[in-house]
T-cell receptor, first 113, second 116 residues
Framework: DQQVKQNSPSLSVQEGRISILNCDYT??????FLWYKKYPAEGPTFLIS?????DKNEDGRFTVFLNKSAKHLSLHIVPSQPGDSAVYFC????????????FGGGTRLMVKP | DTGVSQNPRHKITKRGQNVTFRCDPI?????LYWYRQTLGQGPEFLTY????????KSRLLSDRFSAERPKGSFSTLEIQRTEQGDSAMYLC??????????????FGPGTRLTVL
């Protein structure tokens, strides 16, 4: 069973606009959530994270929102830039499970100039 | 560059051969993780170490797979008698687990394995 799901395989956004990437999870034991960005033939690059005790975390153009009751998180990128075009993975971990990451299937973001 | 490094970056082998991959974590990190990623999927957890102790193994890690981290520094992942289904990107990540309950994992560039 997929414990972390990214239901949109792709997203296309105009440069300068907001990109919103969504992620849903089912395991209520998850207490730490991360977003990674991945270019082809490279490993995932850490972007931003959020602990389950918070509902928002911001870092520059990137903001992650967590809705625990809905088991949903989202990544907002404002303003979007062409260099943001990549595959974005949502990941979750549980402190009582060694913090191993469970990933979603990824969303390919394309930012058009 | 003090990031996670992995060698080789690419490996092509014939079915039935053994292969070994190496991961060098960020120097002060005490945890090291191995993941596998196939095309169109997110990475899947294989195993992890805290220092030199292997603490968890996924059911994906069949008995043909073995991982070591002999001195709590670099790690190796060996696959014996490779099969075509082993073709994937093998990713290594490291993190520092201190007194907080969360730790952020940083990934290496991966080793792409192709089994012919």
């Amino acid at each position: 069973d997929q414990q972390v799901k990214q239901n949109s395989p792709s997203l296309s956004v105009q440069e300068g606009r907001i990109s919103i990437l969504n992620c849903d999870y089912t395991n209520s034991m998850f207490d730490y959530f991360l977003w990674y960005k991945k270019y082809p033939a490279e490993g995932p690059t850490f972007l931003i994270s959020i602990s389950s005790i918070k509902d928002k975390n911001e870092d520059g153009r990137f903001t992650v929102f967590l809705n625990k009751s809905a088991k949903h998180l989202s990544l907002h990128i404002v303003p979007s830039q062409p260099g943001d075009s990549a595959v974005y993975f949502c990941a979750a971990s549980a402190n009582n499970a060694g913090n191993m990451l469970t990933f979603g299937g990824g969303t390919r973001l394309m930012v058009k100039p | 560059d003090t990031g996670v490094s992995q060698n080789p970056r690419h490996k092509i082998t014939k079915r039935g051969q053994n292969v070994t991959f190496r991961c060098d974590p960020i120097s002060e990190h005490n945890r090291l993780y191995w993941y596998r990623q196939t095309l169109g999927q997110g990475p899947e957890f294989l195993t992890y170490f805290q220092n030199e102790a292997q603490l968890e193994k996924s059911r994906l890690l069949s008995d043909r797979f073995s991982a070591e981290r002999p001195k709590g520094s670099f790690s190796t992942l060996e696959i014996q008698r490779t099969e075509q289904g082993d073709s994937a990107m093998y990713l290594c990540a490291s993190s520092f687990r201190g007194t907080t309950s969360t730790d952020t994992q940083y990934f290496g560039p991966g080793t792409r394995l192709t089994v012919l």
